[in-house]
């Protein structure tokens, strides 16, 4: 299969919280797999000056959306983990989402945020569900 970033971006240009209001950007995209990235403004940051917890976690959740959801919008995130390993002084965060586990019903996605620097700022793991009846 050939995998479409304009069909990509077209799929979830609704998806507007994550790229209207977050301006999250799709930019790679693959077999159960997409990496977005997120050019960081003032309004990411949170009272002490650092990237909100929220916006990375909503990065993460954007790229599993996509890589769980390319070819059927049938899945949705039932359990979420994050962990942030590091603040960052870039200016840009990549999320990279693979699947690891594909089942009929749940599926198990791993996804790393790093900044435009290398570093790894946080780890997050999801749990996918197929949604019936779609």
Do not use: W
């Amino acid at each position: 299969m050939t995998y479409d970033l304009s069909k990509a971006k077209e799929r979830f240009a609704n998806d507007l919280f994550a790229t209207d209001v977050t301006g999250i950007e799709i930019i790679d995209v693959g077999e159960l797999y997409a990496k977005c990235t997120l050019l960081l403004q003032p309004k990411h940051l949170n009272a002490m000056g650092a990237v909100m917890g929220g916006v990375i976690y909503t990065l993460a959740d954007f790229a599993f959306a996509v890589a769980a959801n390319y070819d059927t919008l049938d899945m949705v995130s039932i359990s979420g983990d994050i962990k942030f390993l590091s603040s960052t002084n870039g200016n840009v965060l990549y999320a990279e989402a693979r699947c690891i586990k594909k089942g009929r019903r749940n599926s198990f996605f791993d996804i790393d945020v790093t900044d435009n620097n290398g570093k790894l700022v946080a780890k997050v793991s999801i749990l996918g569900a197929k949604i019936l009846n779609v």
